[in-house]
C-alpha cells in the first residue's frame, strides 16, 4: 500500500522534531510549496494550475484533480496541502487501487480489536490518521461500489465507524481525490455514484498534458537531471537534444520524460547528450512502433556519406551515427536500405561494396 509517511503521530507517542525541539511540534509550511513538491514549469497552463493551487487551499472544500496518469497529480495535493491552513497537520497519501478490496474498509475507516478473523489490536484507518490535515486518495476512479457509498457517508456526516465499533468517531480531514479516469462518463455508465461525484467535484485542478505545456520541457528536464545525479552523474542536453523532446508527444507524460532521460543516461556516458542519444532512448520505449523519426536537416545522408561516416567510425554503428547527428537506429534502417539497393538508384558499385562489409560485421 502506497502510504505517505507523514501520519499523525500517536496521541501518547509523540513525535520528536527533525530540529531536536520540543517533540510533537510540526514545522510551518514553506513559503513556496510548489517548489517543495517539485512542481516546476511557468508555462500558461501551469500558472493557471498554481493560481487554482492557492486559491483552493484556502477552503477546506474537497479538491478534484484531474490529467492523464503522468501528470503530477500527487504533487498537485501535496502543494494544497503545504498551502493550506492544514499544512501543520498531517498528510496522509493512499493509492486506493492497490488496496485489496475485502480489507479496503478496514484500511480506510479502522477496526476494533477481534471485529474479524486476525484482528488481534485496534487499528486506526486513514480518516483518523489524517484527523486535522488532509486525506489524499489517488485513482479515486477505481473504488467499488460499496466503498463508494462508504465515503459519501463520512463526506456529508464528517464521521468514520471503525469496523466492530458501535458508536461513529467524529473527523476533521480534507478530502483530495485524483483520477485519471472521466468520471462523469463513468457517472453516465453507472460505474461512479453520481451523489459522490457530486459531493467530491466542489473545487477541480485540471493538470496539462505535458504536450500541452511545451514550454516547460527545458525547465522539466533540469528539474529531473538534478534528480537523476546521485545515480548518473551531473549530466545535460545538449541544444538539438532538448528541441527533440521538445516535439515529442510522451503520452506518459513526466513520468515517461523521466523514465526516457533515465535511459539515455544509462546507455550512454557521455556528459552531454545529443538528440541522437536521445531518440534512441525514445525508440525504446515500450509501446514505440518504429525508430523515433529524426533527422537534422542540414547533415547529409547520401549514401556515400553514411559510407564515409562508417568507415571512419571503424564499423561501429553508434559512432558513425554520432558523427552524422542521427540515431543509432535510423542509420541501422539506412545501412539495410541500402544494403538492398533501395536508397538510391544511381549509387555507384564503389559506395555499396564500402558499405556491405560493414553491415555484415554491425554490432547487434
Wanted: some cysteine; aromatic content about 4%; glycine content about 8%.
Amino acid at each position: 500500500m502506497n502510504l505517505d509517511t507523514r501520519l499523525a503521530p500517536e496521541r501518547d507517542h509523540p513525535a520528536p522534531a527533525p530540529d531536536g525541539g520540543a517533540p510533537g511540534r510540526i514545522p510551518m509550511a514553506p513559503a513556496d510549496p510548489f517548489a517543495l513538491v517539485g512542481l516546476v514549469g511557468a508555462s500558461r497552463p501551469m500558472q493557471r494550475v498554481r493560481a487554482d493551487v492557492l486559491r483552493y487551499a484556502r477552503s477546506s472544500a474537497p479538491v478534484l484533480i484531474t490529467g492523464e496518469t503522468g501528470t503530477g497529480k500527487e504533487l498537485v495535493a501535496r502543494a494544497l496541502h503545504l498551502a493550506s491552513p492544514r499544512a501543520r497537520g498531517p498528510l496522509v497519501s493512499v493509492n486506493v487501487a492497490t488496496l485489496r478490496t475485502e480489507l479496503v474498509t478496514s484500511e480506510l475507516f479502522g477496526h476494533e480489536r477481534g471485529a474479524f478473523t486476525g484482528a488481534f489490536t485496534r487499528r486506526r484507518g486513514l480518516f483518523e490518521q489524517a484527523h486535522g490535515g488532509t486525506l489524499f486518495l489517488d485513482e479515486l476512479g477505481e473504488l467499488d461500489a460499496r466503498t463508494q457509498a462508504d465515503l459519501l457517508r463520512v463526506l456529508e456526516t464528517g464521521e468514520v465507524r471503525p469496523l466492530g465499533c458501535e458508536r461513529p468517531r467524529t473527523v476533521d480531514v480534507r478530502v483530495i481525490a485524483a483520477t485519471h479516469r472521466d468520471l462523469a462518463t463513468m457517472v453516465r455508465a453507472g460505474c461512479f455514484r453520481a451523489d459522490l461525484y457530486y459531493r467530491l467535484n466542489v473545487l477541480t485542478v485540471t493538470l496539462p498534458a505535458l504536450r500541452e505545456r511545451r514550454a516547460d520541457v527545458p525547465v522539466l528536464v533540469e528539474h529531473l537531471l538534478a534528480r537523476l545525479r546521485p545515480e548518473v552523474g551531473d549530466r545535460r542536453l545538449a541544444t538539438d537534444a532538448l528541441a527533440l523532446l521538445g516535439r515529442h508527444p510522451f503520452p506518459g507524460n513526466i513520468r515517461q520524460l523521466l523514465n526516457v532521460l533515465r535511459r539515455a543516461m544509462v546507455r550512454d556516458e557521455r556528459v552531454v547528450l545529443d538528440a541522437a542519444a536521445l531518440a534512441d532512448a525514445l525508440a525504446a520505449e515500450p509501446g514505440t512502433l518504429g525508430p523515433v523519426p529524426y533527422q537534422t536537416p542540414a547533415r547529409d545522408l547520401s549514401v556515400p556519406a553514411v559510407a564515409e561516416a562508417m568507415q571512419a567510425s571503424g564499423g561501429s554503428i553508434s559512432a558513425a551515427a554520432r558523427r552524422l547527428g542521427i540515431a543509432r537506429s535510423t542509420l541501422r534502417g539506412r545501412l539495410h536500405a541500402s544494403h538492398r539497393g533501395d536508397v538510391c538508384q544511381a549509387q555507384s558499385s564503389l559506395t555499396r561494396s564500402a558499405i556491405n562489409p560493414l553491415l555484415r560485421t554491425e554490432e547487434p
